[in-house]
T-cell receptor, first 112, second 115 residues
Framework: DGGITQSPKYLFRKEGQNVTLSCEQN?????MYWYRQDPGQGLRLIYY???????QKGDIAEGYSVSREKKESFPLTVTSAQKNPTAFYLC???????????FGDGTRLSIL | AQSVAQPEDQVNVAEGNPLTVKCTYS??????LFWYVQYPNRGLQFLLK????DNLVKGSYGFEAEFNKSQTSFHLKKPSALVSDSALYFC?????????????WGLGTSLAVNP
């Protein structure tokens, strides 16, 4: 079955450490997204990519970085510059404009 | 500015009763509207969308939504609520600013269906 796979499901970060969250899709979608979800704040867009080797900052990109070297993969790195990384991170993808986004099951990141 | 509002943080209904989760929007062009549901520690699941056509849109799990252009609303409804409908519901609208395929999200409404 086609879908989006996020890994790991749970991740712990030490002080000063960079961590990378994986997002892989086999839906052949062009566009991919990373969201951060905090209680009561809905979904906030971190980065998005509409095509391979291109990506744009979302509303809260500071302290995060991404790459899009392959169509199916859009990893997110949470850098040590992100001082409050504890959140639920969601990856999504879509193909045609106006079509719904498909979501992975998220990665929950906590600080040790 | 384009925006989506879900005016209720939480909605409580009894099982078997009809439910409504409210959403209002503000966009510059024609709205593309979506409803999603999220269960605990899971990703969002698409329920239904409105792009054009009939104002009453039918979606997954018996949900439907009514598009009202004059009131700029897109309320989610279900005739008879189930305990298993208890979840977090999000309304979203397409961002018309440029060709960027982004969605603007509401803050979510927590639905509790009581047995």
């Amino acid at each position: 079955d086609g879908g989006i796979t996020q890994s790991p499901k749970y991740l712990f970060r030490k002080e000063g450490q960079n961590v990378t969250l994986s997002c892989e899709q086999n839906l052949n979608h062009d566009a991919m997204y990373w969201y951060r979800q905090d209680p009561g704040q809905g979904l906030r867009l971190i980065y998005y990519s509409q095509i391979v080797n291109d990506f744009q900052k979302g509303d809260i990109a500071e302290g995060y970085s991404v790459s899009r070297e392959k169509k199916e993969s859009f990893p997110l790195t949470v850098t040590s510059a992100q001082k409050n990384p504890t959140a639920f991170y969601l990856c999504a993808s879509t193909d045609l404009w106006g079509q719904p986004q498909h979501f992975g099951d998220g990665t929950r990141l906590s600080i040790l | 500015a384009q925006s989506v509002a879900q005016p209720e943080d939480q909605v409580n209904v009894a099982e078997g009763n009809p439910l409504t989760v409210k959403c209002t929007y503000s966009v510059s062009g024609n709205p593309y509207l979506f409803w999603y549901v999220q269960y605990p520690n899971r990703g969002l699941q698409f329920l239904l969308k409105y792009i054009t056509g009939d104002n009453l849109v039918k979606g997954s799990y018996g949900f439907e939504a009514e598009f009202n252009k004059s009131q700029t609303s897109f309320h989610l409804k279900k005739p008879s609520a189930l305990v298993s409908d208890s979840a977090l519901y999000f309304c979203a609208v397409r961002d018309d600013a440029g060709n960027n395929r982004k969605l603007i999200w509401g803050l979510g409404t927590s639905l509790a269906v009581n047995p």
